[in-house]
């Protein structure tokens, strides 16, 4: 069965420095979604991207996040200064169609999640 | 998006039907209703999804009245690895996203 994966799956950093959280989307999938789950707490909205360009964000997606498809397989989300209130599980997610029609894969896939810890 | 109100916990025994109500008053017209189930330390899996009546898949059942304020998820039969949280989500596709809002969930705890 095909799958999202996420690279690394646990990433410690400091406060203030940048990381990257890779994600695989499944192949012949169109549309990408970042989503955040701090301990104990929802799981939250951040991102989707279409087309190569951001299709909607939520108000936690400030200057500080980007997104970005460099080649043809990864998605990936960067956090340019990392706060300790980043620390959360980020989930990549895809689909091949959008949701609502009824058909499995209009649903996004999540992925594993990566575990971001900010000291 | 429409708000959703679930119960926060249910408990059940295995082999058992599980039924897990969701309230969503405010839904609108566009928006559909998806069921996923995340276990701890894993990302969210999604279950069912359905605009009106009745869904049923291999995993669940999903049951929606005619005015759509409130949905069903139904899991036949439930085992232990069935234990997770349930999330009752309203979808809204808006442009080019389908923008799923996640509420606290339904902890299902399933034991012998």
């Known amino acids: 069965e095909p799958e999202v994966t996420q690279t690394p799956s646990h990433q410690v950093t400091q406060m203030g420095q940048e990381v990257i959280l890779r994600c695989v989307p499944i192949?012949?999938?169109?549309?990408f979604y970042w989503y955040r789950q701090i301990l104990g707490q929802k799981v939250e909205f951040l991102v989707s991207f279409y087309n190569n360009e951001i299709s909607e964000k939520s108000e936690i997606f400030d200057d500080q996040f980007s997104v970005e498809r460099p080649d043809g397989s990864n998605f990936t989300l960067k956090i340019r200064s990392t706060k300790l209130e980043d620390s959360a599980m980020y989930f990549c997610?895809?689909?091949?169609?959008?949701?609502?029609?009824?058909?499995?894969?209009?649903?996004?896939?999540f992925g594993p999640g990566t575990r971001l810890t900010v000291l | 998006l429409a708000k959703t109100t679930q119960p926060i916990s249910m408990d059940s025994y295995e082999g058992q039907e599980v039924n897990i109500t969701c309230s969503h008053n405010?839904?609108?017209?566009?928006?559909?209703i998806t069921w996923y189930q995340q276990f701890p330390s894993q990302g969210p899996r999604f279950i069912i999804q359905g605009y009106k009546t009745k869904v049923t898949n291999e995993v669940a059942s999903l049951f929606i009245p005619a005015d759509r304020k409130s949905s069903t998820l139904s899991l036949p039969r439930v085992s232990l690895s069935d234990t997770a949280v349930y999330y009752c989500?309203?979808?809204?596709?808006?442009?080019?996203?389908?923008?799923?809002?996640f509420g606290t969930g339904t902890r299902l705890q399933v034991t012998l």
């Open positions: 997610a895809s689909s091949e169609a959008l949701g609502g029609s009824g058909g499995l894969n209009n649903e996004p896939f």
């Open positions: 405010n839904i609108a017209t566009n928006d559909y």
């Open positions: 192949s012949n999938h169109l549309y």
């Open positions: 989500l309203v979808g809204r596709i808006t442009g080019t996203a389908s923008k799923l809002t």
